[in-house]
Protein backbone atom coordinates (compact mmCIF):
# COMPACT_ATOMS: atom_id res chain seq x y z
CA UNK A 1 0.00 0.00 0.00
CA UNK A 2 1.26 3.50 -1.08
CA UNK A 3 0.10 6.73 1.25
CA UNK A 4 0.09 9.76 -0.56
CA UNK A 5 -0.20 13.46 1.63
CA UNK A 6 -0.18 16.52 -1.01
CA UNK A 7 0.77 19.55 0.23
CA UNK A 8 1.84 23.31 -0.52
CA UNK A 9 -1.45 24.26 -2.00
CA UNK A 10 -2.51 27.59 -1.92
CA UNK A 11 -4.21 31.10 -3.15
CA UNK A 12 -1.86 33.21 -6.19
CA UNK A 13 -2.60 35.74 -8.11
CA UNK A 14 -2.72 35.25 -11.82
CA UNK A 15 0.93 34.90 -13.54
CA UNK A 16 1.93 33.22 -10.24
CA UNK A 17 3.95 30.67 -8.98
CA UNK A 18 3.76 27.66 -6.80
CA UNK A 19 4.81 24.46 -6.31
CA UNK A 20 2.87 21.71 -4.80
CA UNK A 21 4.59 18.24 -3.34
CA UNK A 22 3.40 14.73 -2.74
CA UNK A 23 4.91 12.32 -0.08
CA UNK A 24 4.61 8.58 -0.37
CA UNK A 25 5.34 6.48 2.70
CA UNK A 26 4.39 2.69 2.77
CA UNK A 27 6.47 1.73 0.10
CA UNK A 28 8.94 2.83 -2.17
CA UNK A 29 7.94 4.54 -4.88
CA UNK A 30 10.64 4.43 -6.99
CA UNK A 31 9.02 1.66 -9.38
CA UNK A 32 5.76 3.44 -9.85
CA UNK A 33 4.94 5.72 -12.36
CA UNK A 34 3.62 8.99 -10.26
CA UNK A 35 1.05 11.69 -11.44
CA UNK A 36 -1.22 14.57 -11.19
CA UNK A 37 -4.72 15.63 -11.54
CA UNK A 38 -7.19 18.30 -10.51
CA UNK A 39 -10.52 18.69 -10.52
CA UNK A 40 -12.23 21.99 -10.38
CA UNK A 41 -16.15 22.54 -9.43
CA UNK A 42 -18.32 21.03 -11.45
CA UNK A 43 -15.78 19.14 -13.46
CA UNK A 44 -14.50 15.63 -13.85
CA UNK A 45 -11.30 14.93 -12.51
CA UNK A 46 -8.39 15.30 -15.68
CA UNK A 47 -4.78 14.43 -16.06
CA UNK A 48 -2.39 17.19 -15.46
CA UNK A 49 1.13 15.70 -15.62
CA UNK A 50 2.95 12.37 -15.45
CA UNK A 51 6.51 10.98 -14.71
CA UNK A 52 7.73 7.57 -15.51
CA UNK A 53 9.17 6.13 -12.46
CA UNK A 54 12.83 6.97 -13.83
CA UNK A 55 12.00 10.08 -14.33
CA UNK A 56 12.83 10.07 -18.12
CA UNK A 57 9.15 10.31 -19.71
CA UNK A 58 7.11 12.82 -18.12
CA UNK A 59 3.64 13.53 -19.81
CA UNK A 60 1.28 17.24 -19.67
CA UNK A 61 -1.91 17.61 -20.94
CA UNK A 62 -2.25 20.18 -23.73
CA UNK A 63 -3.43 22.63 -21.21
CA UNK A 64 -0.43 23.29 -19.03
CA UNK A 65 2.42 22.48 -21.52
CA UNK A 66 5.04 24.86 -21.04
CA UNK A 67 3.94 25.75 -18.17
CA UNK A 68 3.97 23.32 -15.50
CA UNK A 69 6.36 20.79 -14.76
CA UNK A 70 6.47 17.62 -13.07
CA UNK A 71 9.23 16.07 -11.00
CA UNK A 72 10.47 13.32 -8.45
CA UNK A 73 12.92 12.86 -5.88
CA UNK A 74 12.74 8.98 -5.38
CA UNK A 75 15.12 9.22 -2.54
CA UNK A 76 12.68 11.57 -0.49
CA UNK A 77 9.93 9.41 -2.19
CA UNK A 78 8.27 12.52 -3.16
CA UNK A 79 7.07 14.07 -5.96
CA UNK A 80 6.69 17.84 -7.02
CA UNK A 81 4.36 20.01 -9.50
CA UNK A 82 6.20 23.36 -9.99
CA UNK A 83 3.09 25.80 -11.91
CA UNK A 84 4.25 28.85 -13.11
CA UNK A 85 1.92 31.33 -15.16
CA UNK A 86 -0.76 30.54 -13.08
CA UNK A 87 -4.51 30.96 -14.88
CA UNK A 88 -7.93 31.46 -13.06
CA UNK A 89 -8.99 27.65 -15.02
CA UNK A 90 -6.08 26.18 -12.93
CA UNK A 91 -7.96 26.93 -9.89
CA UNK A 92 -9.02 23.13 -8.80
CA UNK A 93 -8.11 20.59 -6.21
CA UNK A 94 -4.68 18.97 -7.20
CA UNK A 95 -4.88 15.07 -6.43
CA UNK A 96 -1.09 12.80 -6.42
CA UNK A 97 -1.65 9.34 -7.49
CA UNK A 98 0.59 6.79 -7.83
CA UNK A 99 0.74 3.27 -10.30
CA UNK A 100 2.73 0.04 -10.63
CA UNK A 101 3.26 0.17 -14.29
CA UNK A 102 3.46 2.72 -17.64
CA UNK A 103 2.93 6.23 -17.17
CA UNK A 104 1.46 6.27 -20.69
CA UNK A 105 -1.77 4.36 -18.42
CA UNK A 106 -4.27 6.99 -16.82
CA UNK A 107 -5.78 4.25 -14.52
CA UNK A 108 -3.94 5.00 -10.71
CA UNK A 109 -3.75 2.81 -7.90
CA UNK A 110 -3.47 4.87 -5.14
CA UNK A 111 -4.82 8.55 -4.68
CA UNK A 112 -4.07 11.40 -2.08
CA UNK A 113 -6.40 13.52 -0.72
CA UNK A 114 -5.63 16.31 -2.71
CA UNK A 115 -4.88 19.94 -2.07
CA UNK A 116 -6.95 23.30 -3.30
CA UNK A 117 -5.23 25.65 -5.75
CA UNK A 118 -6.90 28.76 -6.23
CA UNK A 119 -5.95 31.57 -8.57
CA UNK A 120 -7.11 34.79 -8.32
CA UNK A 121 -7.87 37.07 -11.15
Known amino acids: QVQLVESGGGLVQTGGSLRISCAAS????????MGWFRQAPGKEREFVAG????????LYADSVKGRFTISRDNAKNTVYLQMNSLKPEDTAVYYC??????????????WGQGTQVTISS
Open 26 to 33: GHSISTYA
Open 51 to 58: VSWRGGIR
Open 97 to 110: AARAGSVRTLEYDY
